[in-house]
């Protein structure tokens, strides 16, 4: 059938595409070039600037080609090439339009660095700078990316005032919100001492009244028994062993006759 031959013919062109995608997406991520994260850079008239530029790669490299370009409204033009040999050389420099510009890179502690020193900078330097490289292991795999440099009389100075004062005033919050949390738990701190103490006066005049009142539990002092008149006369052991003094006469008579103690 003629639309059964197409939906195959379609989905062979999609699963050979989606697999050259699937072979060609190491090669394209592993090299990777970069400038820094800033994509204009200032300098003054007359002074020097360093053009900053890195590589680094998966799967290592020799032979690594590399070259500088300089672009402008008027011209464009490659303004340094060079070559590393492998990972343990440093880059040499192969070809310069312009003696003012010096190779600043390194490739020792896997730096990988190729940036580029560019001295006595006039109006004229105004442009972009573009850092390319390419790995002849990756399948000649290449990379680029791009700096701007503005050249200027003078540089501004940045007003930071504004800035100044917001973070003042950030920090002056911030540093009441945290007194005022000190304060607070100062406060509980002191209320919960003080609820502590009166509990403690409560316990303890409580203790004093039940002392006073004789209650239950109180640390009265127990007074000892009165002894009656005859205990205190007559009860101690006497001679006879009768438990009664022997007294004699018309005394004698008398106390024997009151009560025995119970």
């Not at 699937?22 to 007359?46: F, H």
């Not at 004229?124 to 700078?129: I, L, R, V």
């Not at 002392?211 to 002894?227: C, I, M």
């Amino acid at each position: 059938m003629p639309g059964s031959g197409d939906r195959g013919a379609a989905w062979a062109r999609w699963l050979g595409t989606g697999l050259l995608g699937l072979c060609l997406l190491p090669v394209s991520l592993s090299l990777e070039v970069s400038v820094g994260k800033a994509t204009t850079i200032y300098a003054v008239n007359g002074t020097e600037i360093l053009l900053p530029c890195t590589f680094s790669s998966c799967f290592g490299f020799y032979d690594l080609h590399f070259w500088w370009t300089y672009n402008n409204s008027d011209t464009s033009r490659t303004i340094l090439d060079g070559i590393v040999k492998n990972e343990k050389s440093d880059p040499k420099v192969k070809f310069k339009d312009d003696e003012r510009i010096t190779l600043e890179g390194s490739i020792k502690e896997k730096v990988n660095n190729i940036s580029i020193l560019l001295r006595n900078v006039d109006f004229s330097d105004t442009g972009k700078y573009t850092c390319f490289v390419k790995n002849p292991k990756e399948n000649h795999a290449g990379h680029n990316a791009t700096i701007f440099l503005q050249v200027v009389d003078k540089l501004e100075e940045v007003d930071n005032t504004v800035t100044l004062i917001i973070l003042a005033v950030v920090g002056g919050v911030i540093g009441l919100l945290i007194f005022i949390m000190l304060v607070k738990k100062f406060i509980a701190f002191v209320l919960k001492k003080t609820q502590e103490k009166k509990k403690e006066c409560l316990v303890s005049s409580s203790g004093n009244d039940n002392t006073e009142n004789g209650l239950p539990g109180s640390k009265a002092e127990e007074k000892p028994p009165t002894k009656n008149f005859r205990d205190s006369v007559l009860w101690d052991p006497g001679t006879d062993g009768s438990g009664v003094a022997p007294f004699s006469g018309r005394y004698g008579d008398c106390l024997r006759n009151l009560p025995a103690k119970k």
